[in-house]
């Protein structure tokens, strides 16, 4: 395993790998590595030559100055990790090798997309997430690149960058990994007390009852009734649960639309904001 941090000198050994033939496969963290990333580098390692990680912490996708400070960073653990799992690259880069000339634009037509869920609550998040796939894209140019489903409305946003700016990149979605009790993993979960910690999982027990319960009442009922679940533990405070479509997020308004149904989460557990999802469709 190989670590750059100068962007020249990884697109150099890539561009040597091409030329022999090799795939590349990529997948993009923010670092505090857990199985959840590690999956998808092993999806990567099975169906690539050549599997490439970026650890970068981005600081435009971040709406809130204390959430970036506060965002753990492990690198050493995280290079222990990514040996663990066989990774050939990893590209640690500064801000600088990222945006060499600055923030460039990037014109994008989101639609309803990143206004909705996330978009309605992290304004300029999805944008600033868009605009570094793409530079990262354009660095390591992949065959493909595997993102979680973890981040839902992420995976639809970077699979309509792609189709809408025509890259020849195949975007292949892995499963969200959860820790035994049910917990989404999720590198904030690092900032979570132990108390918090323990209550925890009733965000996935709650999406659960919601896949279950789907049909036997009204859409906006359902709804209702969980948020006002998961709110009676005075440790969560529910900033949106939303009942979608899962190709483009509009609302749904009756069952007769579940089988393309999604229940999208998230809630702030103590100062930790936390995320998580179902599919309502098998
Ligand atoms: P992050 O480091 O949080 O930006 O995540 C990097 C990639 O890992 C994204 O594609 C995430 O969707 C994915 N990911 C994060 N948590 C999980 C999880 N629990 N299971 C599967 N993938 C995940």
């Not at 998808?40 to 912490?57: G, Q």
């Not at 904030?188 to 709650?206: D, F, K, S, W």
């Amino acid at each position: 395993m190989k670590t750059f941090s100068i962007t020249k000198e990884l697109v150099r050994v890539l561009k040597k790998e091409r030329d022999t033939g090799r795939s590349v496969g990529f997948v993009p963290t923010m670092g505090a590595l857990h199985e959840g990333h590690l999956s998808l580098l092993e999806e990567s390692k099975k169906h690539n030559d050549i599997t490439v990680c970026s650890i970068f912490v981005n600081p435009i996708q971040f709406n809130q100055k204390q959430d970036l400070e506060k965002y753990p960073r492990n690198l050493n653990e995280d290079l222990r990790l990514l040996l663990s799992v066989d990774c050939n690259y990893v590209f640690v880069p500064t801000e600088e090798e990222v945006y060499p000339g600055g923030i460039p634009e990037l014109n994008l037509n989101l639609g309803r997309l990143d206004r909705v869920l996330e978009g309605k609550f992290r304004p300029g998040h999805f944008k600033g997430v868009a605009i570094v796939v793409k530079q990262l894209f354009d660095i390591v140019n992949p065959d493909k690149a595997y993102f979680g489903k973890k981040d839902y409305q992420q995976l639809l946003i970077i699979q309509h960058m792609v189709s809408e700016l025509n890259l020849r990149i195949q975007i292949i979605p892995g499963p969200t990994l959860r820790e035994h009790d049910g917990l989404a993993m999720s590198s904030r979960n690092l900032r979570l007390t132990i108390g918090e910690r323990e209550v925890a999982p009733m965000i996935y027990e709650t999406l659960c009852k919601v896949r279950d319960k789907a049909g036997e009442m009204p859409v906006k009922e359902l709804k209702q009734w969980a948020i006002r679940k998961i709110n009676s533990n005075s440790l969560f405070q529910v900033e949106y649960l939303e009942i979608v479509d899962k190709d483009d997020l509009h609302p749904i308004g009756s069952w007769k639309e579940k089988n393309n149904a999604i229940t999208c989460t998230a809630v702030f557990l103590g100062d930790v904001r936390l995320i998580d999802n179902i599919e309502l469709f098998s």
